[in-house]
């Protein structure tokens, strides 16, 4: 337990955090890697240059630093960051190491205004804090290794097929390489794979959504192929253009908190954007399989027929359904999901789920919300570091 004092101290110093808080953790990062470069066979390096590792961390710190006397408050939120930590193998003995290094750049970047009494309070808070991921996690760990087929952080898995699904979009089917079957996961969940590529120093880690209902003989994930250009797009170009049939990868157990309930009876309504598909796809697969009579609404955007991916998987598994509605948008046809099409095609009183691209979401999801539907009602998840540990939705 915090001391009154060391609340207090957190407290206070939160306005701080909330000024100066990316240059804090921009600083944390520097001298985090330079002592221990092992650790950036874990980070995702494009988001490390692109600052979104720093505002997420700084955001994290700050809204600890708002709830330190009720991190209950913010439990949704650790589970969210905790599932991406096991996802990535983090453990309890890398959160000593996280702690001295923010610690050191609070006080490198804040100078003499971080008195020893200031730090004395954050160390303790830290200590709390790391507690909270640590028990956490250590439970998503046991419950990843003990489930049938399960295993505890990476484990190497087999390409049996890889299926073009649209010209920018490859699907490939994963087999645990040592002939075991494939644990269950939850509709919507994801895996991280960890690849070696040739010529660079470090290992990469990225995540992908399964994209096919669990209880089957492999995982599939289906990849978007970015620009070689684009600093993103080194490990989706890889996996295209490299990995072939027969090519091993390391991925973990499928973690994630975005995903369908499945005991829900309330009509459904999926929303998806580009490669934000990849998610609906496990979450329909699901629904046509165990609850074919749950009405569903399926909502669609892409740039064109071309990059629509599972146009034709979606018509086949709403067919043996009982209430469906699909709906698929081109922007280049300057059709998008207005407002209006929104308030026509989202069926009431469903469970929303929304994926897809930053501007995608930011669009979509506050409309819904001015349409009426209830924030516990929907469901989304962004891509990449979490935006912010506040306890509200955007």
Same mark, same amino acid.
């Given at each position: 337990?915090?001391?009154?004092?060391?609340?207090?101290?957190?407290?206070?110093?939160?306005?701080?955090?909330?000024?100066?808080?990316?240059?804090?953790?921009?600083?944390?990062?520097?001298?985090?890697?330079?002592?221990?470069?092992?650790?950036?066979?874990?980070?995702?390096?494009?988001?490390?240059?692109?600052?979104?590792?720093?505002?997420?961390?700084?955001?994290?710190?700050?809204?600890?630093?708002?709830?330190?006397?009720?991190?209950?408050?913010?439990?949704?939120?650790?589970?969210?960051?905790?599932?991406?930590?096991?996802?990535?193998?983090?453990?309890?003995?890398?959160?000593?190491?996280?702690?001295?290094?923010?610690?050191?750049?609070?006080?490198?970047?804040?100078?003499?205004?971080?008195?020893?009494?200031?730090?004395?309070?954050?160390?303790?808070?830290?200590?709390?804090?790391? /507690?909270?991921?640590?028990?956490?996690?250590?439970?998503?760990?046991?419950?990843?290794?003990?489930?049938?087929?399960?295993?505890?952080?990476?484990?190497?898995?087999?390409?049996?097929?890889?299926?073009?699904?649209?010209?920018?979009?490859?699907?490939?089917?994963?087999?645990?390489?040592?002939?075991?079957?494939?644990?269950?996961?939850?509709?919507?969940?994801?895996?991280?794979?960890?690849?070696?590529?040739?010529?660079?120093?470090?290992?990469?880690?990225?995540?992908?959504?399964?994209?096919?209902?669990?209880?089957?003989?492999?995982?599939?994930?289906?990849?978007?192929?970015?620009?070689?250009?684009?600093?993103?797009?080194?490990?989706?170009?890889?996996?295209?253009?490299?990995?072939?049939?027969? /090519?091993?990868?390391?991925?973990?157990?499928?973690?994630?908190?975005?995903?369908?309930?499945?005991?829900?009876?309330?009509?459904?309504?999926?929303?998806?954007?580009?490669?934000?598909?990849?998610?609906?796809?496990?979450?329909?697969?699901?629904?046509?399989?165990?609850?074919?009579?749950?009405?569903?609404?399926?909502?669609?955007?892409?740039?064109?027929?071309?990059?629509?991916?599972? /146009?034709?998987?979606?018509?086949?598994?709403?067919?043996?359904?009982?209430?469906?509605?699909?709906?698929?948008?081109?922007?280049?046809?300057?059709?998008?999901?207005?407002?209006?099409?929104?308030?026509?095609?989202?069926?009431?009183?469903?469970?929303?789920?929304?994926?897809?691209?930053?501007?995608?979401?930011?669009?979509?999801?506050?409309?819904?919300?001015?349409?009426?539907?209830?924030?516990?009602?929907?469901?989304?998840?962004?891509?990449?570091?979490?935006?912010?540990?506040?306890?509200?939705?955007?």
């Amino acid at each position: 337990m915090l001391s009154q004092n060391s609340i207090d101290i957190v407290k206070s110093t939160a306005p701080i955090l909330a000024d100066r808080g990316v240059e804090i953790t921009s600083v944390f990062y520097k001298n985090l890697f330079t002592a221990h470069p092992e650790l950036l066979n874990m980070f995702n390096h494009v988001n490390q240059k692109q600052g979104r590792q720093q505002t997420a961390l700084a955001n994290t710190v700050y809204a600890a630093a708002l709830h330190i006397d009720n991190l209950g408050v913010l439990l949704p939120a650790v589970k969210q960051i905790a599932q991406k930590h096991r996802s990535l193998g983090i453990k309890a003995e890398h959160y000593p190491i996280v702690g001295e290094h923010l610690l050191g750049a609070i006080k490198e970047v804040l100078g003499d205004a971080a008195t020893d009494e200031i730090i004395q309070a954050w160390a303790e808070a830290y200590g709390v804090i790391a /507690d909270v991921f640590i028990s956490v996690e250590n439970e998503m760990y046991k419950a990843a290794q003990e489930q049938e087929n399960g295993f505890r952080e990476f484990k190497d898995f087999k390409i049996v097929n890889k299926v073009a699904e649209s010209d920018i979009i490859t699907s490939f089917y994963l087999q645990p390489a040592d002939g075991s079957g494939v644990p269950t996961f939850l509709p919507g969940q994801y895996i991280t794979v960890r690849l070696t590529i040739p010529g660079e120093t470090y290992l990469f880690n990225r995540q992908y959504s399964l994209s096919q209902a669990p209880n089957q003989d492999t995982f599939r994930i289906s990849v978007k192929k970015e620009n070689e250009m684009n600093p993103n797009g080194k490990v989706s170009v890889f996996l295209h253009e490299t990995i072939q049939i027969g /090519d091993t990868l390391e991925v973990s157990a499928p973690a994630g908190d975005f995903y369908i309930d499945m005991e829900s009876t309330r009509p459904v309504t999926l929303i998806s954007g580009g490669v934000g598909i990849t998610p609906m796809m496990s979450m329909l697969d699901a629904i046509a399989k165990h609850s074919p009579t749950r009405p569903v609404a399926f909502l669609h955007g892409a740039r064109n027929n071309a990059l629509h991916a599972f /146009d034709k998987d979606v018509r086949k598994l709403m067919a043996t359904m009982e209430d469906t509605t699909y709906l698929a948008l081109y922007s280049d046809e300057n059709l998008l999901l207005t407002k209006e099409l929104l308030a026509e095609h989202v069926l009431s009183n469903s469970d929303i789920y929304v994926c897809g691209p930053v501007p995608f979401m930011k669009a979509i999801i506050p409309t819904l919300y001015e349409l009426g539907f209830a924030e516990e009602h929907v469901h989304f998840e962004f891509f990449g570091p979490a935006v912010s540990l506040e306890p509200t939705h955007v």
